[in-house]
């Protein structure tokens, strides 16, 4: 009982600090567009896809086999972890030696200048220590060292990338990407020392092998997950250029607003829905999650209602340009939001290959519809063909616990006809960019309505925070 409380607790100040986290990198997007131009802030987010793209490679996902550890090597989770250390070293040592022998192909390939192409492999070299720390002190329950790490970084690449900037005035892009990579760099080289001096770096075949068994079988799917997310990137920057990347860019971190919060609905949601499925509640499961995908609804409208004041705000007129690409990337958060709630009754029952090969399949259906619409619709279409992929994600998962698996705990009429009575919303608001009266009065409606939807959960909170204090 002691272990959840603990578990609850450090849980939602996760949930809290990763939105505020988020909310940092959010805040300082207009600082950086109005300090750059779109070009070279279109640069920089090729760098940062690529940098995405390639983490599940130099990492081997290992971070993931550090909560099994925790149990399985209960007393060595210290030893465990520094061995980590060890065989990532050695891999991303033979990664960056094979892409510096190639640097000239490879960087021409990826739309890197060669200095970013550099950085690129020094970031990627040091990344893995960060996630093997704060995997280590998350299952360890050192909530205060994580969170540390997480504001380090957060604050210090925004602190940087002005600093380098102001001095980088002749390469914006190579001034960013400085600033973005050096906290990580910096902790890293503190984390490598202080294991090294504890003594814990160590080659340990049987930690090695543990860890690889786990983890191997997560990088297809986590390089999925990124290529369905960034691949359209680097398709716009191949074929319409770096202004339009950017201006997508800045889009799509718009939309991820909307991605955060409810991403940390999810995390709430996620342990309840476990400790209900365990105990065979399905029913109150059914009533409950109803409540939240009309919160998740009710997000992806107020997303739609702000978007062209928000991203004037973010990133001045010349980003209105793509207002058009916000529907579909917000419906495409939404679609995610859904179809993630079956992917939890298939990470319940461990069959993880499921979850890895649906999002193998619609990462190759975003590459291919990103090949054939881009080049004939601009980089508008790179939202659409994201938001098709996401669709087919809801399709597959939901054929999968129901057909394949057998397990049918949702009204799934609730959830796929609430999506598209969503959808038509958020389509007929999109029509109104040029109404900002009637758009407001709209969000005026719906907290009230909001309001009485979930009247009981903020007043049971309320009385909560009541009793608390008493």
Same mark, same amino acid.
């Given at each position: ?11 939602v ?11 940092v ?34 990492t ?58 550099i ?23 050192? +909530?205060? =060292?994580?969170?540390?790490? #997480?504001?380090? &970084?957060?604050?210090?690449? @925004?602190?940087? $990338? %002005?600093? /380098?900037?102001?001095?980088?005035? +002749?390469? =914006?892009?190579?001034?960013? #990407?400085?600033? &973005?990579?050096?906290?990580t @760099?910096?902790? $890293? %080289?503190? /984390? ?14 049987e ?7 786990? $983890?191997?079988p997560l990088i ?19 074929i ?123 990462a ?107």
């Amino acid at each position: 009982m002691n272990n959840r409380s603990k578990a609850f607790k450090v849980g939602v100040v996760y949930v809290i600090s990763s939105v505020m986290i988020k909310g940092v990198a959010f805040l300082s997007t207009p600082l950086f567009t109005r300090i750059m131009s779109t070009a070279a802030y279109g640069e920089v987010a090729i760098f940062t896809a690529w940098y995405s793209l390639l983490t599940p490679v130099c990492t081997l996902e290992l971070a993931y086999s550090v909560g099994r550890a925790k149990f399985d090597f209960s007393n060595e989770l210290d030893l465990y972890i520094g061995a980590m250390f060890c065989l990532t070293g050695l891999f991303s040592s033979i990664f960056s030696g094979v892409m510096i022998l190639f640097l000239h192909r490879i960087s021409e390939m990826m739309g890197l200048r060669r200095n970013l192409y550099i950085l690129l492999i020094i970031y990627l070299f040091f990344t893995p220590a960060i996630r093997y720390m704060q995997n280590g002190y998350r299952y360890k329950y050192q +909530y205060k =060292q994580n969170i540390f790490i #997480a504001w380090f &970084i957060s604050i210090g690449q @925004v602190a940087f $990338s %002005v600093l /380098f900037l102001h001095f980088c005035t +002749y390469d =914006q892009p190579l001034g960013r #990407a400085l600033g &973005i990579m050096t906290p990580t @760099v910096v902790l $890293s %080289v503190f /984390f490598w020392g202080l294991k090294g001096i504890k003594g814990q770096i160590l080659i340990n075949k049987e930690y090695w092998s543990y860890g690889l068994r786990i $983890s191997c079988p997560l990088i297809l799917h986590s390089m999925s997950l990124h290529v369905l997310a960034q691949s359209d990137r680097v398709f716009i920057k191949k074929i319409c250029g770096a202004e339009s990347t950017g201006i997508y860019s800045l889009i799509y971190t718009y939309s991820t607003v909307v991605s955060i919060i409810t991403g940390s609905v999810a995390e709430g949601w996620l342990p309840w829905f476990h400790e209900m499925l365990f105990a065979g509640k399905h029913q109150l499961i059914r009533q409950k999650v109803k409540k939240v995908v009309v919160l998740s609804g009710y997000l992806a409208i107020a997303g739609i209602i702000f978007a062209p004041e928000a991203i004037w705000l973010l990133g001045d007129k010349k980003y209105l340009d793509g207002i058009e690409a916000v529907l579909p990337i917000v419906l495409g958060v939404l679609g995610q939001f859904i179809y993630t709630q079956y992917v939890n009754i298939e990470m319940y029952l461990k069959r993880t290959i499921f979850v890895s090969a649906g999002t193998i399949i619609a990462a190759s259906i975003n590459i291919l519809l990103n090949f054939i619409f881009i080049p004939q619709y601009g980089f508008v279409a790179a939202a659409y063909t994201t938001l098709a992929s996401y669709m087919i994600l809801m399709l597959l998962h939901f054929y999968i616990t129901r057909v394949v698996l057998k397990v049918h705990l949702y009204k799934d009429r609730y959830m796929f006809g609430g999506f598209l009575i969503i959808s038509m919303v958020m389509l007929l608001i999109s029509k109104l960019y040029d109404y900002i009266f009637i758009r407001y009065t709209l969000a005026s409606i719906g907290a009230f309505s909001a309001c009485i939807v979930y009247k009981d959960e903020v007043l049971n909170f309320i009385g909560k925070r009541k009793e608390g204090k008493a």
